[in-house]
């Protein structure tokens, strides 16, 4: 039996990945012309960077929903059916 707040998190925690790896991407890609002495990027491109905390806090957010979730869960196992 699925759970919609559970599923919500951990579609969360999975669109926080992709945004990270996209701002992971955008970091390597900004560093490189630093280190071999070419143009530097416009900053549009330093801007696509903070992808990367924007993931680490949409993942946080998911993995808080979860945990949410299942705790709510296991207290209404843990009650009496009335």
């Keep these: 039996m699925s759970?919609?707040?559970a599923d919500r998190g951990d579609a969360l925690v999975r669109a926080g990945v992709i945004v990270f790896a996209a701002g992971a991407v955008?970091?390597?890609?900004?560093?490189?012309p630093l280190f071999f002495d070419l143009t530097p990027l416009p900053s549009a491109a330093?801007?696509?960077?903070?992808?990367?905390?924007?993931?680490?806090?949409?993942?946080?957010?998911?993995?808080?929903?979860?945990a949410r979730a299942q705790r709510r869960r296991a207290q209404a196992e843990r009650q009496p059916a009335r």
């Design 46 to 66: 330093y801007w696509l960077c903070m992808l990367m905390p924007a993931g680490f806090l949409l993942s946080m957010a998911g993995l808080l929903g979860s």
């Design 3 to 5: 759970n919609p707040s």
């Design 26 to 32: 955008a970091t390597l890609v900004t560093f490189v």
